[in-house]
């Protein structure tokens, strides 16, 4: 939550941090600012609420432009302390605008800070708690310390999850930035550095990076990067490239990115895949570096979407390994005491790797004896580095708020955990095993033909939601994480009130929710679960539902309880969350632009959330 970015170096300085913050603002955008050096011994700061875009038209409507400015720093809000309004937007600033500060994350002690200053005499401009650090660093300067001394020494004193950097009218052409759990990376270049809350915010001006570690800051010129600890120990490491593809992070012809992201969920499955099924059949997963033979129990935490895929994950690793699985939200499990010993093998999913509530529960699972293995897509973020293993869905950015290629990517990464936990306590015979790769094998091509048959059904299937005030979706067995999953995608970006459940527990219960005004989507995968799921769905349009099937071609009982179908094909059971999951993304999609909703961005959310 919250995205800052840096830069210290040419005559492209606003370009880069308003580049930089475009591709952050899925981090928050309840407003958005700038602070820059338009020339020695001067700092400007422009500020404005709202989505990017107003800070971008302040920028242009700027008299005169700014020029060739020697170094600045950027943030995007998503707001914790203080409603979203100009005076609480970032940069703020102290002692009398010569320095200015950027920040993400919380300062928890900042009320007994602001209390010190106060009695200082220093007034406060804003509700928010990153005003004390600009105070604080004032102060230092004042009394004649460096810029990055005040700042070690200011970071020194708060406690709490932050990334800051900061700008000194005194000190041209540099820029400090330091971190504690919050990310911040630096972007080496030729003659320019930067930095920035993640590697995608800078892909499009460098591939060279340098991780700053908890309690360390970077001293930033145009032609140096300095890493030391708070306290001014210096701190040597090597930079790393990252191969992403800056188009990766551009629209590439789409109306929006979570279009885009649904479409690319076939490369991203592919990608998952790659070099993890053996020509022989099985399934290589000896990246991870963790003994699978010993594990007697699994304990998957994670929140919101990637608790669904690990929910799935559950069913599949019970049913290969056959060891018990019990599937925590984050939030909870990190207060829960939680039992472990070496045989419990905790998995964390995280797309972002940097969810605080995952990366707590990481720690609680670590305190208790049990080893962790990461999912997260993520190289090199937070999780990858607390946990014992690393298992790295492949997907590239994914820039909308709502997750969906990472989703289906987590639940590969899980399919093939699942099976290889089987091969390692021997509980999957080889022979089913080599079933099992080769229809995962099949999975982008499958996932691909669920996108292209649904895409001509949305309008109609759009129009049942037109006049509806919520939304049930059911299904059992693999399913029901997917209605689950179906249910968050369309409350998130459409605003409209959805719930998933167990088909068969509509009777104890939810059946009271439904008319013609509340639409059903209806999972029908195969088996048994089909069956009951077609009784279940034919009570409620008993009772007047009106009904989205999710089902196979062929499936002449789904098509007749349905006022719309939305067709999937027909695929084993393993893939069958994959091709159920697409419709219900694409479905979402289609109501909320139906409703003129901006769905890269929707309200309230951020993508990463690394605040409790
Ligand atoms: C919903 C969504 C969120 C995330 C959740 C966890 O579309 O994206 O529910 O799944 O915030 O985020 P990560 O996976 O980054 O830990």
Redesign the pocket.
């Known amino acids: 939550m919250c995205g800052i970015v840096g830069y210290v170096g040419g005559s492209r300085s606003i370009e880069v941090l308003m580049e930089g913050l475009q591709r952050l603002e899925y981090r928050g955008y309840d407003s958005a600012g700038l602070a820059v050096q338009p020339g020695e011994g001067r700092l400007e700061v422009l500020r404005r609420v709202g989505p990017l875009r107003e800070l971008e038209r302040a920028v242009a409507e700027r008299n005169g432009g700014f020029g060739e400015v020697l170094a600045g720093i950027g943030h995007t809000r998503w707001a914790t302390h203080g409603r979203p309004s100009e005076e609480n937007a970032h940069p703020h600033v102290g002692g009398d605008g010569r320095v200015a500060v950027v920040h993400n994350g919380i300062v928890e002690n900042h009320a007994e800070l602001r209390k010190g200053l106060e009695r200082r005499g220093v007034g406060f401009r804003s509700e928010t708690d990153t005003e004390v650090i600009a105070h604080l660093l004032a102060e230092r300067l004042e009394g004649g310390a460096s810029l990055a001394e005040a700042f070690g020494e200011v970071m020194e004193m708060l406690e709490g999850a932050f990334a800051v950097a900061a700008i000194s009218a005194d000190e041209p052409g540099t820029v400090v930035a330091g971190r504690r759990q919050s990310p911040l990376v630096v972007g080496l270049g030729e003659g320019e550095n930067f930095l920035a809350s993640g590697v995608p915010a800078l892909l499009g001006f460098t591939h060279r990076f340098v991780l700053v570690e908890n309690d360390e800051m970077a001293v930033v010129t145009r032609s140096s990067v300095e890493l030391r600890r708070f306290g001014g120990e210096p701190v040597e490491r090597e930079p790393f490239e990252v191969d992403w593809d800056p188009e990766a992070v551009e629209l590439g012809g789409f109306p929006d990115y979570m279009s885009k992201e649904i479409h690319e969920q076939p490369q991203a499955i592919r990608a998952t895949l790659d070099g993890r099924l053996g020509e022989d059949g099985m399934v290589d997963l000896s990246e991870v570096g963790i003994d699978l033979s010993g594990v007697e129990r699994v304990v998957v935490v994670?929140?919101?979407?990637?608790?669904?895929a690990g929910l799935l994950g559950k069913y599949f690793i019970e049913r290969y390994a056959r060891v018990p699985v019990e599937v925590a939200v984050?939030s909870e499990y990190r207060y829960s005491d939680p039992v472990g010993d070496p045989g419990t093998l905790v998995v964390a999913?995280?797309?972002?790797?940097?969810?605080t509530d995952?990366l707590a529960a990481v720690d609680a699972a670590k305190g208790c004896g049990a080893r962790v293995l990461a999912i997260?897509?993520?190289r090199g973020s937070l999780i990858t580095r607390e946990a014992d293993g690393v298992l790295l869905t492949r997907t590239g950015p994914e820039i909308c708020?709502?997750?969906?290629k990472?989703?289906v990517a987590?639940v590969v990464a899980l399919d093939l955990l699942a099976m290889e936990l089987g091969r390692s306590r021997e509980t999957l015979a080889e022979e089913r095993l080599r079933e099992l790769v080769g229809e995962l094998r099949l999975a982008p091509e499958r996932v691909q033909e669920a996108i292209e048959s649904v895409s001509g059904r949305l309008d109609e299937a759009s129009a049942l939601f037109e006049e509806a005030r919520c939304s049930l979706f059911l299904g059992r067995g693999v399913a029901y994480p997917v209605a689950l999953e179906g249910a968050?995608?369309l409350k998130?970006i459409s605003y409209l009130p959805a719930e998933g459940y167990p088909a068969g527990e509509m009777k104890h219960g939810p059946i009271a929710l439904i008319d013609e005004r509340c639409p059903v989507v209806a999972l029908f995968g195969s088996g048994i679960h089909r069956e009951k799921t077609l009784s279940n769905v034919q009570e409620t349009v008993a009772r007047g539902a009106r009904v989205v099937a999710v089902a196979f071609p062929d499936d002449e009982e789904a098509s007749g309880v349905a006022s719309v179908v939305l067709p999937v094909p027909r695929v084993p059971e393993t893939i069958v969350p994959l091709v159920l999951t697409v419709p219900l993304q694409m479905l979402a999609h289609e109501v909320a632009t139906d409703r003129g909703l901006d769905v890269d961005k929707p309200r309230n959310?951020a993508?990463?959330?690394t605040v409790e």
Request: aromatic share 6%; glycine share 6%; net charge neutral.
């Open positions: 994670a929140c919101g979407t990637a608790y669904h984050a999913i995280s797309q972002s790797g940097e969810t995952t997260t897509n993520t708020v709502a997750a969906t990472t989703f987590q968050l995608k998130e959310l993508k990463s959330v």
